[in-house]
């Protein structure tokens, strides 16, 4: 079992900026792939960003390319997710997941954390 504890939602102002963090722990393996995910009201889960073990392959959705960034920590098992530039669309609560593969697909992530709710104002 893997877990996940994500932390740094809140309400921001349009423009602004929020760092995510995520604490994976448990049965963790090496070469896995970290990312997050976010669901509005009313839609679907979507894939975010995403990063590989090393740190040296990231993804991106195209809504938030040059806004926001994904990296990891020193130990490898906390990965952060810096959202600048916020925009009300990009309200939703956001989830870290973890993969044994490397993916943007919803499915390929086996475990999840609670999620966080991050809120954009206009």
């Known amino acids: 079992q893997v877990q996940l504890d994500e932390s740094g939602g809140g309400l921001v102002q349009t423009g602004g900026s929020l760092r995510l963090s995520c604490a994976a722990s448990?049965?963790?393996?090496?070469?896995?792939?970290m990312g997050w995910f976010r669901q509005a009201p009313g839609k679907e889960r979507e894939f975010v960003a995403a990063?590989?073990?090393?740190?040296?392959?990231?993804r991106y959705a195209d809504s938030v390319k040059g806004r926001f960034t994904i990296s990891r920590g020193n130990a490898k098992n906390t990965v952060y997710l810096q959202m600048n530039s916020l925009k009300p669309e990009d309200t939703a609560d956001y989830y870290c997941?973890?993969?044994?593969?490397?993916?943007?697909?919803?499915?390929?992530?086996?475990?999840w954390g609670q999620g966080t709710q991050v809120t954009v104002s206009s």
């Open positions: 997941a973890y993969s044994s593969v490397d993916s943007v697909y919803v499915s390929s992530y086996g475990y």
């Open positions: 448990g049965r963790t393996l090496s070469w896995n792939t």
């Open positions: 990063i590989s073990w090393s740190g040296g392959r990231t």
